[in-house]
């Protein structure tokens, strides 16, 4: 069975640009997070889709957004780019709502640079 | 709000040493906690998990025990080796699928 898969895996953009980054679950698996990964601030939570429905976000601005699609597959969206959006946006599904038990998979994730 | 605290890095060792990495968590409920390894270049991988109380998860011969008394997940191994050199991250998720992420510890392991 194959990852989650992430694309681009490498991404320079430009202040005040706009990206989108692309999410691929694992078969079979509903519910897909993303999170900002930083030196200074290690892994942060930005949202989780299920069903193509925002169950949770993070503490992010609204120029972080994100949607999945009737496949699973999920994106998110930064607009007006800041520097400090450089990092390692990571990507991960997991087979269902609920379920406490239920580990999330990882994607390679996406490294955004912005200059 | 729930939180995990893991020991700061980074932590270098000898191979064949023993290697503990701590881990205490704080929420309400029981959650489930996990480690996961991140290798340079990678995204996560899950080491183990335990579901409950006294649980014990084990994998590649990393061991973490769920000790709900003291509310801590430490992340052991007898030996480790050159290849264990990586980000370890202690996580927790709770009823509400919430999921925590410790700040990760950089383990170094020397030949």
């Known amino acids: 069975k194959a990852g989650v898969t992430q694309t681009p895996r490498y991404l320079i953009k430009t202040r005040g640009q706009q990206v989108t980054l692309s999410c691929s679950p694992i078969s079979g698996h509903r519910s897909v997070s993303w999170y900002q990964q930083t030196p200074g601030q290690g892994l942060q939570f930005l949202f989780e889709y299920f069903s193509e429905t925002q169950r949770n976000k993070g503490n992010f601005p609204g120029r972080f957004s994100g949607r999945q699609f009737s496949n699973s597959r999920s994106e998110m969206n930064v607009s007006t780019l800041e520097l400090g959006d450089s990092a390692l946006y990571l990507c991960?599904?997991?087979?269902?709502?609920?379920?406490?038990?239920?580990?999330?998979?990882f994607g390679p994730g996406t490294r955004l640079t912005v200059t | 709000g729930n939180s995990v605290t893991q020991m700061e890095g980074p932590v270098t060792l000898s191979e064949e040493a023993f290697l503990t990495i701590n881990c205490t968590y704080t929420a309400t409920g029981y959650p489930s906690l996990f480690w996961y390894v991140q290798y340079p270049g990678e995204g996560l991988q899950l080491l183990l998990k335990?579901?409950?109380?006294?649980d014990k998860g084990s994998n590649k011969g990393f061991e973490a025990t769920y000790r709900k008394e003291t509310t801590s997940f430490h992340l052991e191994k007898g030996s480790v080796q050159v290849s264990d050199s990586a980000v370890y991250f202690c996580a927790l998720k709770d009823n509400n699928n919430d999921m925590r992420f410790g700040a990760g510890t950089r383990l170094t392991v020397k030949p």
């Open positions: 991960a599904s997991s087979l269902a709502n609920g379920g406490i038990s239920r580990e999330q998979y």
């Open positions: 335990a579901t409950k109380a006294d």
